[in-house]
């Protein structure tokens, strides 16, 4: 809990002082590996005009959710855009990809789409921070395991990753979030679903690999899977912040927990100049 106060005191602390100007725009993004084109919300900070270059904060929405949710529900993401002066894209998953290339439905590509494909069109089109040392990748819910799963297989593209209440690890759900339909039943393709888990893939790390902010509320239904993760991280020696706190699986939950994400990402960026 002594993160979370300091997290908490540095970033509302920080917002109070200051005046905020960002610009939120929705882009049209294109996929080569689905060939078709896709939306995104790109947020650059008051002082984009400048000369200087910014790093990225990659932000993934949950299950059922779009591109615009982060937008829409979270009323002051474009202040912490000026705040930390870093730029903010808001990608789709298609409702429910997983944000893996699906084994079994080649028109489910957002891994390719979300860890090469925007990152690539948005460094061709923005002043950006061209290194893992200037991305950062985190999300909520099922956006919580993509951010995860794409930092943790692609540490040359990423050099942070948070998870707000993610699905780290699926396999106790086999009914729910058409998990199936991406990977194929628990039943009949077990490999899959032990494959493409999180909380399976920590053998990709190594201490400091990457700079790791997990946090989930105590009355969430991923609470247990959180803490199994946090407890797997712990034994493989892997350092990451761990925040743990009252809150269920809600955007009251997620609003307060991307401040602390934010906040987390700035340090990492400023670190890594």
Request: proline content about 4%; some cysteine; charged content about 20%.
């Amino acid at each position: 809990m002594k993160l979370f106060r300091n997290l908490s005191f540095l970033a509302f602390s920080l917002l109070a002082f200051s005046s905020f100007a960002a610009k939120v725009d929705t882009v049209d993004t294109y996929s080569a590996s689905m060939k078709k084109t896709i939306k995104a919300v790109v947020i650059t900070p008051d002082s984009y005009a400048s000369g200087k270059v910014f790093p990225v904060l990659y932000l993934l929405h949950g299950y059922s959710g779009n591109y615009s949710d982060w937008a829409k529900k979270h009323l002051t993401i474009n202040e912490l855009a000026d705040q930390y002066q870093m730029m903010i894209v808001c990608a789709d998953g298609n409702f429910s990809s997983w944000y893996f290339d699906s084994p079994i439905d080649p028109s489910y590509k957002y891994e390719t789409y979300v860890a090469s494909e925007l990152p690539a069109w948005i460094d061709s089109r923005y002043k950006t921070v061209k290194s893992r040392e200037g991305r950062g990748i985190a999300g909520l819910s099922m956006g919580g395991h993509g951010a995860l799963y794409l930092a943790f297989k692609h540490q040359d593209v990423f050099g942070a990753a948070g998870s707000m209440s993610g699905g780290v690890d699926f396999r106790p759900f086999p009914n729910n979030w058409d998990i199936a339909k991406r990977l194929g039943t628990y039943a009949q393709t077990p490999e899959n679903w032990e494959k493409y888990t999180v909380i399976n893939l920590l053998h990709l790390l190594t201490p400091n690999s990457l700079a790791l902010l997990i946090d989930c509320g105590t009355e969430d239904f991923f609470y247990g899977v959180n803490e199994n993760l946090h407890a797997k991280l712990i034994e493989r020696n892997i350092p990451h912040d761990y925040i743990s706190r009252p809150g269920a699986h809600n955007w009251g939950y997620w609003n307060k927990a991307l401040t602390y994400q934010a906040l987390f990402m700035k340090q990492f960026f400023d670190r890594k100049k």
